[in-house]
């Protein structure tokens, strides 16, 4: 309380650091990066997160406290564009991608394992870096690689409905009155989040090319595609599908019944091949 009775603020930032839907995850062991307006907000924004965290690292303004965020998840954004743009590579040479990331994450050093998918989802990667590339524009400061990185992120759902047009052409059948499935809608495995979630520019996408669209999602009842609300369709297990198309696989859910199917995309790389899918 200041000598005139009004109560002083201090103000700082400190970066969200969850992981969701992963388990092993311990926010209390996660270190927290804070900053304050002021070296004496700094100071006291870490004795309030002393006891939340195992350690707390103290920036020396709002300002580095903010970027390292935008950092940590542009780092994320390019190497997942990196990743799924090495995932078609490694389709055109026939040879499993995946097989490849686990072989090259045996290097201790030097290598940090990214792996391919359908998109990002989510409220951080999707969004975080056009903050950055925001301030940056308004500076007039040109960042092609991140640019580059965001545009094939936002492209990658509608190359999942391509894929599937194309499996279907490779049979000799229209995609438009295809019954299709996307199994799992959420941005990630055992969340209920669907927020910019690939699986929602799929389906729309998917409905525009004239197919019958359906999703199964244990975690994701309803969601509303355009003015639509659609449901989560019971029992897909037992019913024939023309595609599925894999986006998230979440915890405890058994693919052993897609091996029936007459078609399966895999946007996750994770299926067998015994499924019989096919990858982006």
């Known amino acids: 309380m200041g000598s005139h009775g009004v109560r002083a603020v201090y103000v700082a930032f400190s970066p ?15 270190p927290r990066v804070v900053g304050g307006i002021s070296a004496e907000c700094g100071r006291r924004a870490q004795e309030a997160l002393t006891s939340t965290a195992a350690a707390v690292h103290v920036v020396s303004s709002s300002e580095a406290a903010e970027l390292t965020k935008l950092l940590e998840n542009s780092f994320r954004a390019v190497n997942i564009a990196m990743i799924n743009e090495f995932a078609d590579s490694c389709r055109a040479f026939d040879v499993d991608p ?27 990667i999707p969004c975080d870096t056009h903050y950055l590339l925001w301030q940056l524009r308004a500076q007039r400061l040109p960042a092609p690689l991140m640019n580059a990185a965001m545009g094939s992120i936002a492209a ?6 391509d894929r599937a047009r194309q499996l279907r052409a490779d049979r000799g059948k229209r995609v438009a009155g295809a019954r299709v499935l ?19 520019e799929i389906m729309a ?22 003015e639509t609300t659609v449901l989560s369709s019971d029992q897909v297990e037992s019913q024939e599908w023309d595609l599925v198309i894999v986006h998230t696989m979440h915890p405890g859910c058994d693919p052993g019944w897609l091996g029936g199917q007459n078609a399966v995309l895999d946007t996750t790389y994770r299926l067998s091949p015994e499924l019989r899918c096919a990858h982006l």
């Open 16 to 30: 969200e650091r969850i992981d969701p839907g992963v388990a092993r995850h311990d926010r209390r062991a996660t």
């Open 98 to 124: 995946i097989e490849v990331i686990e072989a090259a994450a045996t290097k201790p050093y030097g290598f940090m394992p990214f792996h391919p998918g359908p998109g990002v989802g989510g409220h951080c």
């Open 156 to 161: 990658r759902p509608r190359r999942v409905a």
């Open 182 to 200: 996307v199994l799992g809608v959420a941005y990630k495995p055992g969340v209920a989040d669907i927020r910019e979630s690939p699986a929602l």
């Open 205 to 226: 996408e998917l409905a525009g090319l004239g197919v019958d669209v359906s999703y199964a999602d244990p975690h994701v009842p309803t969601l509303l595609l355009g």
